[in-house]
């Protein structure tokens, strides 16, 4: 079974700095998608970034990237020029791309952003 | 309608009592989710439902609950008899076929 790992509880960033969460899978399952959620207060999960596994490059979305190691089953979303809008938890996701597309989800990362 | 819609967004319940939870997806996606968020923790597996395919119910925790798509666009969550440890925040999502989910903002369930 997959399996996603967060372990980092809380993070905290400085304004207009840089942070980076990490995030580990296990799989045994060559072609899949990961996901990062947010989730502000509101309760509300936002898509931040998708990276599929078959694509090499890095998935970037305005200030937010990923560096996406297969072999090490590594998936950290990098923040850049971090903003009081990001504070918020961040999920890390799993999903397949055969059989039931069920979301395996990180128990999350608390980023607190600092003014 | 323009993003997935959750009600009752908050829900008191005396434990015992049976609840009933609702979920309106965007239209036109045939995936549809049930997560359940317990306190400070990730989201856990419910249930999946994808078009006419039989839903993949394996995350339902006991037989207290179960979930029943509705010409395969509404979405209800039943739990019978609840218990306390029923208590957290229920998120429903949906998606196209195999696209991104989008999610509701939940049902916090309180069981006293």
């Known amino acids: 079974a997959q399996t996603v790992t967060q372990s980092q509880p809380e993070m905290s960033v400085q304004e207009a700095e840089t942070v980076t969460l990490s995030c580990t899978y296990d799989?045994?399952?060559?072609?899949?998608?990961l996901f990062w959620y947010k989730q502000p207060p509101s309760r509300q999960m936002i898509l931040v970034i998708r990276?599929?596994?078959?694509?090499?490059q890095n998935a970037t979305e305005n200030r937010f990237s990923v560096n996406f190691q297969k072999a090490a089953k590594s998936f950290s979303l990098k923040i850049s020029d971090s903003q009081l809008g990001d504070a918020a938890m961040y999920f890390c996701?799993?999903?397949?791309?055969?059989?039931?597309?069920?979301?395996?989800f990180g128990t999350g990362t608390r980023l607190k952003v600092l003014a | 309608g323009a993003g997935v819609s959750q009600s009752p967004s908050n829900k008191v319940t005396e434990k015992g009592k049976d609840v009933e939870l609702r979920c309106d997806p965007i239209?036109?996606?045939?995936?549809l989710y049930w997560y359940r968020q317990s306190l400070g923790q990730g989201l856990e597996f419910l249930i999946y439902?994808?078009?006419?395919?039989?839903?993949?119910k394996s995350g339902l925790p006991s037989d207290r609950f179960s979930a029943e798509r509705t010409g395969g666009s509404v979405s209800t969550l039943t739990i019978q008899r609840t218990q306390q440890e029923d208590s957290a925040v229920y998120l429903c999502?949906?998606?196209?076929?195999?696209?991104?989910?989008?999610f509701g903002q939940g049902t916090r369930l309180t069981v006293v």
């Open positions: 999502a949906s998606s196209a076929w195999t696209g991104d989910a989008f």
């Open positions: 799989t045994s399952e060559s072609d899949y998608y």
């Open positions: 990276q599929e596994a078959y694509k090499q």
């Open positions: 996701a799993y999903r397949t791309t055969s059989g039931t597309y069920k979301y395996i």
């Open positions: 239209s036109g996606h045939t995936a």
């Open positions: 439902f994808q078009g006419n395919s039989a839903p993949d």
